[in-house]
């Protein structure tokens, strides 16, 4: 393959279109009234679906990381979209909540998940040199997906039908990513930018002892990441997830101007990710980590004396910010301890935490409103596991610097 200085930044369009595309599904919502309306279903068996897609999604992770490095990422992704656009066609026919779950849930979470790892790391791959910036440009185009697509997919409902939308939303899903994947392309192993002059991170980054799988699993500091991924998304979560009952039972608003707050969030959370992709390559590493969970730390705090509007936009404001920096900042740091060669399917594994703490923040968000009738201790629950995963990092800090020591000790 011939590479230019053209290569790179077609690999970096490829995966931020598709993104925009694979991340759209985040307006799944939309369906719930027409299809339950339709068949019956009560709106808890309907947004189950979306609980089985997000588990799915996180869980086959590694699969695709695998098959991108086996195969090439291109081929990862065709697999990936067959089975994602699939499963949005499939819903089309979806008449009762089993065949939804299957449809919906699973093949198509099964396609999603298959897509992100052999996308995401592959870009940074190509860019060693700014991995916090395309990272988080990555990340924006996933948050774009449904400011884009929402409307568009509100438009095909109302002319046509729910089922109908689906089926034609796959489609497009089909075009739109098959159109694209060509174009993202292997790096070839120890290829490097042209004048690049790595700083002292970096270069540590790039003698970095390549684990795969068996071997990572086997490090302690791979368990720490793990259980600190968890606690950070639970942390970011709690929040995002209740977003607008929270404006509506705490600050009394109603139900528009709860969504317009549901909105500046979302907006935020994008500009987290641009920002703290820069900020990373900026603070390098851990430091950037830790000012993303310090941020959700504080503002959860803020949340806990928030009863006016004003006060609780720049509440929200601060907690969309952080955790649109969670995923933007953790990507590149699972290259920086485990190696570039088995990154693909590395970072689909810890991607599991993920999705654990997308499970469980919202279950424990819910459990404290039901038991206290209020968010208050929800807000301190999350400014703790920010704290925990705070401490978590800076074990990690050192349990790195000492597999660096070693290595260098052994060369």
């Known amino acids: 393959m011939k590479i230019t200085k053209a290569t790179r930044w077609r690999v970096f369009a490829g995966v931020w279109i598709q993104s925009l595309f694979t991340s759209a599904t985040a307006f799944f919502s939309l369906f719930s009234m027409p299809l339950c309306n339709q068949f019956g279903w009560s709106s808890s068996d309907f947004s189950m679906a979306y609980t089985i897609y997000m588990f799915i999604y996180c869980a086959v992770g590694f699969i695709g990381g695998i098959l991108a490095e086996k195969l090439q990422p291109r081929v990862a992704i065709y697999i990936g979209l067959a089975f994602f656009a699939g499963g949005w066609v499939l819903t089309g026919f979806a008449n009762t909540i089993p065949f939804l779950y299957i449809a919906y849930g699973i093949i198509a979470g099964a396609g999603a998940g298959m897509i992100y790892p052999a996308c995401l790391p592959t870009a940074l791959k190509w860019f060693p040199d700014k991995s916090g910036s395309i990272s988080g440009l990555v990340q924006a185009g996933a948050a774009c997906g449904p400011f884009i697509m929402s409307p568009i997919a509100q438009m095909l409902i109302d002319q046509f039908g729910a089922q109908q939308a ?242 260098v000790e052994l060369s």
């Open 166 to 407: 689906c089926i034609i939303l796959g489609i497009v899903f089909l075009i739109g990513v098959g159109a694209v994947a060509w174009m993202i392309v292997p790096c070839p192993d120890g290829w490097m930018p042209e004048g690049w002059v790595p700083s002292t991170t970096q270069s540590q980054e790039l003698h970095t002892k390549n684990y795969n799988i068996p071997q990572m699993v086997k490090q302690p500091v791979f368990w720490v990441l793990l259980v600190m991924f968890i606690f950070a998304n639970a942390a970011g979560t709690m929040m995002v997830s209740a977003t607008s009952p929270i404006a509506q039972n705490q600050i009394g608003l109603d139900a528009m101007t709860a969504a317009l707050c549901v909105s500046l969030m979302t907006l935020f959370n994008m500009f987290g990710r641009i920002a703290f992709g820069f900020i990373y390559d900026k603070l390098q590493g851990w430091n950037a980590l830790l000012l993303v969970l310090l941020i959700n730390g504080v503002s959860m705090l803020m949340l806990t004396v928030a009863h006016s509007y004003v006060y609780f936009l720049i509440c929200i404001a601060l907690v969309g910010f952080s955790f649109g920096g969670l995923l933007v900042v953790f990507a590149p740091m699972v290259k920086i301890i485990f190696g570039s060669k088995y990154y693909n399917r590395n970072y689909g594994l810890i991607f599991i935490g993920y999705g654990i703490g997308a499970f469980v923040g919202p279950i424990i968000s819910a459990y404290f409103y039901d038991t206290t009738g209020s968010y208050v201790m929800g807000y301190i629950g999350s400014a703790i596991l920010a704290a925990l995963a705070i401490g978590l990092v800076l074990v990690a800090k050192k349990m790195t610097a000492r597999m660096a020591q070693m290595r």
